[in-house]
C-alpha cells in the first residue's frame, strides 16, 4: 500500500518537475544580440551618368540597427559628378538610399576588440544637379563587401559601446537617360548599337562607425 501511495505522489509532481525544467530552459536561452549604429565616412572612384564620365568623390554618412547578423541602414552620400578637371560638364549628387549588410565572419565579440567582413545590398534614389543647368532624378542599386575593426568599451558590461573604423568597396548601378545616339561600332563589331545604358560608379569607402 506504502508503495502505491509513493508512485501516486511521484506521478502526479512530474508535469510540476517538467514546467520546472522548461522555465530554467527558457530563461537559459541567449538573446539575439542587436544595436543602434551610425557612420560616417568618404566615397572616392569614378561614375557615369549617361556619357559624362570621370572621378568622384563625396562624403557618406549612415543610421541604422544591427540584429544577430543582419544590419539594416538608412544612408545619404553627397558626390561630385563630371567629366574631369578639363570638362565643363560638372555638378553634385546627392543620393539616399537603404541598404542590408550580413556578416559573413567575425571574430568573438566578448573581448576588447573584433573583427568583422560583410557584404551588402541595397537600393537608393539619386537627384543629379549639374553647374551649367539641368537636373536628373533616376533610382540605382548598390552592391558591395568590406571589412571593419570593432572596439568595444565597457565590454564586460551588459550595455557595451561599439567604435571602430571600416573600409569598403562598393558599384552603384543605374540606368543612363535614353538618347536619340545613332548605332555605331566603337571598335571591331558584328552588329551596331547604341551607346550602353548601363552606368556604373565604383568606389572605396573608408570611416569610422559607433554605436550601443
Not at 530552459?25 to 572612384?45: C, N, Q, S, V
Not at 568599451?153 to 545613332?182: E, K, V
Not at 563589331?189 to 570611416?207: E, H, I, K, Q
Request: with cysteine; net charge negative; aromatic share 8%.
Amino acid at each position: 500500500m506504502r508503495l502505491a501511495w509513493l508512485a501516486a505522489v511521484v506521478l502526479l509532481a512530474l508535469p510540476s518537475i517538467a514546467r520546472a525544467d522548461d522555465a530554467v530552459i527558457a530563461t537559459d536561452t541567449p538573446k539575439t544580440p542587436h544595436r543602434i549604429e551610425a557612420r560616417i565616412g568618404m566615397l572616392i572612384g569614378g561614375g557615369d551618368v549617361g556619357d559624362v564620365t570621370g572621378a568622384s568623390s563625396g562624403l557618406h554618412v549612415a543610421i541604422g540597427g544591427r540584429y544577430g547578423e543582419v544590419t539594416g541602414m538608412a544612408e545619404y552620400d553627397y558626390l561630385s559628378v563630371g567629366d574631369g578637371d578639363s570638362g565643363d560638364r560638372r555638378g553634385d549628387l546627392s543620393r539616399g538610399g537603404l541598404t542590408a549588410r550580413m556578416s559573413l565572419f567575425h571574430t568573438d565579440d566578448d573581448g576588447p576588440i573584433a573583427g568583422d567582413y560583410w557584404a551588402e545590398a541595397g537600393v537608393g534614389y539619386e537627384h543629379v544637379s549639374w553647374a551649367p543647368g539641368g537636373v536628373l532624378d533616376r533610382p540605382d542599386l548598390v552592391l558591395g563587401f568590406g571589412a571593419e575593426l570593432d572596439g568595444h568599451a565597457y565590454w564586460q558590461s551588459a550595455h557595451p559601446r561599439h567604435i571602430g573604423m571600416w573600409l569598403g568597396f562598393r558599384a552603384i548601378l543605374a540606368r543612363a537617360p535614353r538618347t536619340d545616339s545613332p548605332a555605331v561600332c566603337g571598335g571591331p563589331c558584328t552588329m551596331a548599337t547604341p551607346p550602353s545604358r548601363n552606368d556604373v560608379g565604383l568606389y572605396f569607402s573608408w570611416g569610422m562607425h559607433w554605436g550601443r
